[in-house]
């Protein structure tokens, strides 16, 4: 299916999807938070995405973003609402089902957000996940 054409993201964006996600950005982990009933993208203990439901049973996508940016998608886009449990401000939630975004926009709102956090986290922080080389034996 072409990019630009709206897709049921809610079939495509899974706990799997995430996981791979994951692998695209240096120090990042993906689990499952049961306390929550959702799937976290973290980076130096700090979470960056969430992939869960809200209080009507939706599926969402919560990430971090500009605050200028998030209030533009949310008065541009019906499917983007202020952060799910989190502050309103900084987070972004997108109703997959309901939106028109593509697999690749979404992709784009996760690595902002992985931008935001990393560059959140201490210099010393940032040196450990970046020099972490895989041990050769």
Known sequence: MPDS???ALDA????EWLTQAATQFVGAECYYKVEWEAEILAVGGKQFARLGTDNTGRHILTVKGDPLENEALCQEFTAVVPGYYSNKRHWISVILAETSFSEARIQELIAESYRLVFGSLTKKMQSELTNELPRVD
């Open 5 to 7: 054409q709206p897709i």
């Open 12 to 15: 495509v964006i899974t706990a």
